[in-house]
T-cell receptor, first 113, second 113 residues
Framework: DAKTTQPNSMESNEEEPVHLPCNHS???????IHWYRQLPSQGPEYVIH???SNVNNRMASLAIAEDRKSSTLILHRATLRDAAVYYC??????????????FGQGTRLTINP | NAGVMQNPRHLVRRRGQEARLRCSPM?????VYWYRQLPEEGLKFMVY????????ESGMPKERFSAEFPKEGPSILRIQQVVRGDSAAYFC???????????FGSGTRLTVV
């Protein structure tokens, strides 16, 4: 699986937008960009994924750079419940054996009240 | 539609005993993944199973650990002769197809005393 690079930690304030960056300079053409998050004492939770175009869902938005070497997860209005570790993961859709998710260290997001 | 169910939530075993962790995937999901998370560390892939088949066990320790996903019933992660270093949170995830997003369970927290 291609490698991603994320900041170890970030901090933001409640009700403000949060932009979580991810670098993936070795991304291949068939890699999807997935984001998961893990709240304290819980299992990871799917957030969003995309290939080339920006994506929106009820939880977040995903902005993908034109060259696909980086992406940004956007939480439009952070709440205390968004405090978690956020993982950016590349996943190849082509090869049967590459279907497992490989988690890095992620970004620990702290939200201040 | 219940999510991924893991039981027990907490398991305490003495050194040398066996631990059996169960995972019932979401209804209709035939792909199951097991991950381990040591205290203050990231999630490490262990094994990927489809019904009655082990697809990828590259993350499984060579000794004492085994996994199965029978035609009927939950997936089982079995740890024989547990040691203190096995103390961790074990998460199970399932997906409809191997390329879909994962749904994780709440985990089993194993403590070896």
């Amino acid at each position: 699986d291609a490698k991603t690079t994320q900041p170890n930690s970030m901090e933001s304030n409640e009700e403000e937008p949060v932009h979580l960056p991810c670098n993936h300079s070795t991304i291949s053409g068939t890699d999807y960009i997935h984001w998961y998050r893990q709240l304290p004492s819980q299992g990871p939770e799917y957030v969003i994924h995309g290939l080339t175009s920006n994506v929106n869902n009820r939880m977040a938005s995903l902005a993908i750079a034109e060259d696909r070497k980086s992406s940004t997860l956007i939480l439009h209005r952070a709440t205390l419940r968004d405090a978690a570790v956020y993982y950016c993961i590349l996943r190849d859709r082509v090869f049967q054996g590459a279907q497992k998710l490989v988690f890095g260290q992620g970004t620990r997001l702290t939200i201040n009240p | 539609n219940a999510g991924v169910m893991q039981n027990p939530r907490h398991l305490v075993r003495r050194r040398g005993q066996e631990a059996r962790l169960r995972c019932s995937p979401m209804k209709g999901h035939s792909h199951v993944y097991w991950y381990r998370q040591l205290p203050e560390e990231g999630l490490k892939f262990m094994v990927y199973l489809q019904k009655e088949n082990i697809i990828d066990e590259s993350g499984m320790p060579k000794e004492r650990f085994s996994a199965e996903f029978p035609k009927e019933g939950p997936s089982i992660l079995r740890i024989q002769q547990v040691v203190r270093g096995d103390s961790a949170a074990y998460f199970c995830a399932s997906s409809l197809q191997g390329t879909d997003g994962y749904t994780f369970g709440s985990g089993t927290r194993l403590t070896v005393v």
